[in-house]
């Protein structure tokens, strides 16, 4: 789709309001990117919804706000971002989570909330799969768990919306969507490989965590076409701490955060001045309004960092990237402004 085609659509599909669909989820959904527990209710049944963890939250907030029960946690948000959105989001409550690293969301307290539907989104492993599983059985309530990679991004937002009546949005966010993972397919493939910077990515402010071959965290990195440093020895860990000698052994091109401390210390650190990219100064601090651009959570906000990563990488749209920026702010948040 045109995306002059595309924005006229979207305009007529406003973020906040309630939309309808006109199919009926099956109770066995044919999906290979949702895993269904317990009886699942018609979409038009579905008007309450907690999210388990970040990445389901996001996915919710931008096709579904009017149903989310409240944020499993605001640690992974920017902190204007509340102010920033419109009714419902920016007054929504912190309920707790049930997904990543330690639950905080007992059975009791879900059951006194009584949401229509779990959701779940992210890693689909049997960790996740078992836990939502042992959910379902304890309350009752039915759970999906939605595949969250960042390639699938279209067809998750067109199945989660279908699943929660607003297929009017969700398939005009996965045209989006689409437009943005196949313009950077035609990117890449216009780029030789050795022109494709070797890239480290640190996360927190130390800046010695960091995502391992086929981390979602790494996934926009990925589409951007640049090399993870960190994946070269093969290692299938998802996120993982690492030493700084580590780092200085894979003598990256570029460091990209999204951590400003990070950004701003490493520069003035001996330690760290042996890395190329650090004497070159190339050190990126990629945006985190309302969420990470890059991972933090790792959700469909990625996909404005795949725009982001091109326009810095190798220049290509850095001309329009504050149009592309303000355009995707507010066609996917409802925000109106850049914090």
């Not at 951007?224 to 894979?250: C, D, T, Y």
């Not at 749209?317 to 109106?336: V, W």
Request: glycine fraction near 8%; charge should be positive.
């Amino acid at each position: 789709m045109k995306r002059r085609t595309l924005l006229r659509a979207l305009a007529c599909v406003p973020m906040l309001a309630p939309l309808g669909g006109t199919s009926v989820f099956a109770q066995s959904v044919k999906s290979n990117l949702i895993r269904t527990f317990g009886r699942i209710p018609p979409p038009s049944d579905i008007k309450r919804v907690f999210v388990a963890g970040g990445p389901a939250a996001i996915l919710v907030a931008i096709l579904a706000p009017h149903k989310l029960l409240g944020w499993p946690s605001v640690s992974w948000m920017h902190s204007e971002a509340r102010n920033a959105f419109g009714p419902p989001l920016r007054d929504l409550p912190v309920l707790g989570q049930l997904a990543g690293r330690g639950s905080t969301m007992p059975a009791e307290k879900l059951l006194d909330i009584k949401p229509d539907l779990i959701v779940d989104a992210g890693s689909v492993d049997e960790t996740y799969l078992s836990a939502a599983k042992r959910v379902n059985e304890q309350t009752g309530i039915p759970y999906v768990v939605i595949a969250g990679r960042l390639p699938d991004s279209a067809r998750q937002l067109r199945e989660t919306a279908q699943l929660l009546d607003v297929e009017a949005r969700g398939n005009a966010l996965a045209d989006y969507a689409e437009e943005i993972l196949s313009e950077a397919a035609r990117v890449r493939e216009t780029i030789p490989v050795e022109k494709r910077p070797r890239v480290y990515y640190g996360r927190g402010l130390e800046g010695l965590e960091t995502g391992m071959l086929g981390s979602l965290h790494m996934e926009a990195i990925d589409a951007a076409g640049a090399f993870n440093v960190a994946a070269q020895g093969g290692q299938k860990i998802g996120v993982a701490r690492v030493s700084l000698e580590q780092v200085i052994g894979w003598a990256p091109d570029i460091i990209l955060t999204q951590d400003p401390n990070f950004a701003s210390r490493v520069l003035e650190d001996p330690r760290w001045r042996t890395i190329p990219a650090v004497r070159a100064n190339r050190i990126l601090c990629a945006p985190t309004f309302p969420f990470g651009w890059l991972d933090v959570p790792p959700s469909i906000n990625r996909l404005a960092g795949v725009f982001w990563l091109f326009a810095h990488l190798y220049g290509i749209g850095k001309d329009d990237l504050e149009r592309r920026t303000t355009e995707f702010l507010r066609l996917f948040y409802g925000i109106e402004r850049q914090a």
